[in-house]
């Protein structure tokens, strides 16, 4: 009998172990990235101009001087990713749409139009220094903080196809951004929730203008946890400023969070190596499952 | 000598099904662990609550709560069914996560009551919070403890 209650209190204690520790592996607010490049390096509201200066003298970053002109297809459309010869990828890791930090446009903290409720939580989760992050859970990186977290990304156009994928080494997540001219979002009721929503994008000159809806409230659409709800529409607007820089603004229009919409944003630097900084210019394979430490690093703390 | 034999292997099957029953229980422990993953991190009374009211720990009546946000008012029924209450004047209060909302409910006479529920969030960061506090109908006061359903669609 004292047996059988052993065996209980093991899986009890297993199980307590377990929850605790999933619920307290975020690492605090401020920390340094993990070598491995697991996670994002700076606290979400900070990391802006860090994600700025990167692109210019970084590891794996542009020769000095002055970056190259912006790449262009033989039909003369912008294009975001790689040119023949030069490998490559967007190498995000930081990045806010707070002030400071970002772009100069964007707000600071007391000026972010927050509801009531919104404002709290989002200072209750700054208290908690982020364990209550369900990314540092492994969840994914929805929204806009797929720009933010490591590993890097890339952005495939296919014209033939009216289609766009962004696509991240983190976890291996991918965005699908529809080109269809005319193209509608689902109805309310048709739209099912998700991590990156329902994308539809369209050309502005030399800017890929992206309109989404449909997420679901499963995340924090930014380190730091500014909250959202189902209401979250996101208007992203991408510019690459020149070969080494893709600026990306976003505007959060959220009725359910924000007495208004508001608008950040940041710098992508280029990056022209591995993401370890060995030649390749290739981005690589994370999940953050197969290689979470974290659970026991930040235990209780 | 045979009933030590006897007891010695029977100890010894007892505590290889006590070592795999634990074995179970650890495993069903661990899979059950990434359950709590799934999270609602929006408005933090959206969502299916479930507990009970009364008065001690024997008086217990089971309740179901179901709240959402517009955007501008929390909405949402208690006991959704066919003698669901809606609730009333429903409001939470940032400052300290305290949740006020009324309800009309009906006793068998067809009497209507008007029912004060007054409580607090806890464990605001978890998917499963509480919610507790008072559940006043006329002259009676109970108390309730409500917990949020995990939520696997939003």
Redesign the interface.
Known sequence: MRNAWFGVSVAIGVLALSMTTFEAQAPAAGAQPAARGGREGAAGDQGGARAGRAGRGGRGAAPAGPSKPTPRWPDGRVNLSQVPGVKGFWNVMTGSPIAPGGLSTNLTLDQIPFQDWARALYEYRRTRGGLDDPHARCQPAGGMRVFTVPNGLEIIDQPELNRIFIIGGENRDWRRIAMEPGRKHPSEDDLIPSYFGDSIGHWEGDTLVVDTVGYNEKFWFIRGGLPHTRFMHLTERFTRINFDTLRYEVTIDDKGAYTRPWSGGWDIPWQYTNYDGTPGGEIHEYFCIDNERDAVEFAGK | MNRVIYRIQSEGR??VM??R??RL??L???I???A?????????V?GSWHGDRGNGPKARTDITVIMD????QITGVVNPGFENMKLQSAK?T??D?SVHFEVESKDASGKVTRCLIDGKIDR???DQRTLSGTWVCGAVKQDFKLTRDRDY??
């Open positions: 007892k505590t006590l070592v029953t634990g229980l650890v069903i422990a661990w059950a662990a990434p709590s993953l799934a999270a609602q991190e929006g408005h933090p959206v946000w517009d955007g501008t939470l940032p400052k996560w605001l960061g978890s669609s939003r």
